[in-house]
């Protein structure tokens, strides 16, 4: 069974333009999750989806958003790039919403120049 | 709002002993994940508990929840264990998780 993958894992873009990142979960899970990961502070939570609705929302600016397809894949989008937007970005997969095991997919590297 | 909180921030330990990570949380929750990551990035989950204990290999957890307080131990510990520890907290269904800062643990051949 393949697990979540995240594309592309390393990205490199200039302040002020915008990004897209790709997450596709596992076979019939439902429920995707972004995080973003710095050093100062930590794994923070962006939003969650399921069965294309997005249920919850971490305390990120709108410049942050996401959208999951029929198909479960999600993509977040950042705009407007700040250098402090820097970060590994993370999705996870459930198979249901709430409390069920989180698989984790190795990440992007973002890095805002 | 949760805060999580985690000790020790580091930790290193020689290999065979058995280890300690300590995680506590400001507000009720219905689930409490401890996480592995290891360095270039990826993210394994190790336990999703709610109650009680759970024992995986040399890992087991455990959770108070009237305490609000989670620990993750290692027994024989092994330098493959090295990584980061991170438990985290999710409240009612409408909430995201809460992640802690995170243990750095070493363990030495």
């Known amino acids: 069974k393949a697990g979540v993958t995240q594309t592309p894992r390393y990205l490199i873009k200039t302040r002020g333009q915008q990004v897209t990142l790709s997450c596709s979960p596992i076979s019939g899970h439902r429920s995707v999750s972004w995080y973003q990961q710095t050093p100062g502070q930590g794994l923070q939570f962006l939003f969650e989806?399921?069965?294309?609705?997005?249920?919850n929302k971490g305390n990120f600016p709108g410049r942050f958003s996401g959208r999951q397809f029929s198909n479960s894949r999600s993509e977040m989008n950042v705009s407007t790039l700040e250098l402090g937007d820097s970060a590994l970005y993370l999705c996870a997969s459930t198979g249901g919403w709430g409390n069920t095991e989180a698989f984790f997919g190795q990440g992007t590297r973002l890095t805002v120049v | 709002k949760n805060e999580v909180e985690q000790s020790p921030q580091n930790l290193t330990a020689q290999e065979g002993e058995f280890i300690t990570i300590n995680c506590s949380y400001s507000?009720?929750?219905?689930?409490l994940h401890w996480l592995q990551q290891h360095p270039g990035g990826g993210i394994v989950s190790l336990f999703m508990l709610s109650s009680g204990k759970k024992k995986h290999g040399r890992l087991i957890a455990t959770i108070n929840i009237q305490e609000k307080h989670s620990s993750l131990h290692i027994t024989a510990s092994h330098p493959r264990d090295s990584a980061v520890y991170i438990c985290a907290g999710r409240g009612g269904g409408a909430d995201g998780l809460t992640f802690g800062k995170g243990t750095h643990l070493i363990i030495q051949p």
């Open positions: 989806y399921f069965s294309e609705t997005q249920r």
């Open positions: 507000v009720g929750i219905s689930a």
